[in-house]
Structures are given as structure tokens and as C-alpha cells.
């Protein structure tokens, strides 16, 4: 069964330190997302992206984080200088359209010291 | 902003019992209802969805409901099992599509 595949499962990084979180979709997926969740909260929205662009982001997306899709398989969450309220398990799923199941990781757990 | 709310927070229920866990929206665009189950460790895994065209779905042990004109929709679980001992979530998605709204989250607790 195709899934969401995401590296690393746990990353440890010094506060100002930049993160890079990777995803693989589902490979004929054309819709990517990536969410938050911070310890014991819900998980939350992050930013989506379609056609090599962000279509939709939410507050918590700033100028520290970016995104890309650098070839046809990988979806990248970057965090140029991480805070210690970035430490949150992050999730990356994904959907064949707009409107369709999302699919999601096992996601990778940030902890910033 | 569009809000999805989720009750109870935990929910601890004896093996063969049913639980029931309930979200109301805020959007009335909204129309897209999915509930994951997530076990520790682990990402989000959908179980089940209803879109706002059906008032019922059911899959096996699991069924959710909807009321659109109450903005409420329910996941039931029957004949609970340990294994369906986990957090589940539920969310809601606007009709153009896109990011998920997420409730709080539901801690199951199904004691042998």
C-alpha cells in the first residue's frame, strides 16, 4: 500500500540552528501539505502546496520556514533558525486532488535545545 | 476563523462497550469530515469520512454521523477492542478543498 514517508523520525538541533525535514508523497499525489503538532495540542495546518507553489499558508508559517519540491519525489519543510517553541512533531501528508483523502506520515519529531 | 471542536478529551470505556466521540464545526462551507486515529508515536490514519452529501456512513465496527444544519458529526465505535485504544482526531476541510481543520483530539482508553 503506497504511503507517506518522511525522514528523519527524530532531529535534535541547537536553537538558530536551520532544520531540513523531508518528505516522499504518494507518487501520483499532486496536492502536499505539512502540519504541526505540538506536544499534546491538535494538530495543526502549516502550509500546502501545488503546481511548484504555496496555494495556501497559515500564521504560524513565517519567513523562517520555506518549502520546496526540489525533484519529482521530495517535499522539503525548511526552518532557517529554529526557536525552542519550534520543537513539535511535524507531519507531511498528501492527496491525489484538492478534495480527496489526505494521507499523512509518521512524521518527524523536532526537539530544539 | 473556520474551528472544529472536539468532545470528550478522554473517553475510557470497558472492552465490548461503544464510544462515541463528537465535533461540531464552525464553517457551514465546510463539507468534508475525516477521522484519524493516531497511536502513540505514529501519524494521523484515516479511518473514515463523510462528505456532506450522506448523513450516515458506516465501515464495519465504525459509523460516523452527520448534521449539517446542527454543524455536528460523530464517530461511533462499537464492540470496542484494546486495540482501538488511541488518540482520534477529527477535522473539516472547506469545500474548495485543501487544509484540514483538526479538533482537539479524543484519548480512547478500552480496558480489557
Known amino acids: 500500500e503506497p504511503e507517506v514517508t518522511q525522514t528523519p523520525s527524530h532531529q535534535v538541533t541547537q536553537m538558530g540552528q536551520e532544520v531540513i525535514l523531508r518528505c516522499v508523497p504518494i507518487s501520483n499525489h499532486l496536492y502536499f501539505y505539512w502540519y504541526r503538532q505540538i506536544l499534546g495540542q491538535k494538530v495543526e495546518f502549516l502550509v500546502s502546496f501545488y503546481n511548484n507553489e504555496i496555494s495556501e499558508k497559515s500564521e504560524i508559517f513565517d519567513d523562517q520556514f520555506s518549502v520546496e519540491r526540489p525533484d519529482g519525489s521530495n517535499f522539503t519543510l525548511k526552518i532557517r533558525s529554529t526557536k525552542l517553541e519550534d520543537s513539535a512533531m511535524y507531519f507531511c501528508?498528501?492527496?491525489?486532488?484538492?478534495?480527496?483523502?489526505?494521507?499523512f506520515g509518521q512524521g518527524t519529531r523536532l526537539t530544539v535545545v | 476563523g473556520e474551528n472544529v471542536e472536539q468532545h470528550p478529551s478522554t473517553l475510557s470505556v470497558q472492552e465490548g462497550d461503544s464510544a462515541v466521540i463528537k465535533c461540531t464545526y464552525s464553517?457551514?462551507?465546510?463539507?468534508?469530515f475525516p477521522w484519524y486515529k493516531q497511536e502513540l508515536g505514529k501519524g494521523p490514519q484515516l479511518i473514515i469520512d463523510?462528505?456532506?452529501?450522506?448523513g450516515e456512513k458506516k465501515d464495519q465496527r465504525i459509523a460516523v454521523t452527520l448534521n449539517k444544519t446542527a454543524k455536528h458529526f460523530s464517530l461511533h465505535i462499537t464492540e470496542t477492542q484494546p486495540e482501538d485504544s488511541a488518540v482520534y482526531f477529527c477535522a473539516g476541510r472547506h469545500n474548495q478543498g485543501g487544509k484540514l481543520i483538526f479538533g482537539q483530539g479524543t484519548e480512547l482508553s478500552v480496558k480489557p
Open positions: 463523510i462528505r456532506s452529501n450522506v
Open positions: 464553517d457551514s462551507a465546510s463539507n468534508y
Open positions: 501528508a498528501s492527496t491525489r486532488q484538492m478534495n480527496t483523502e489526505a494521507f
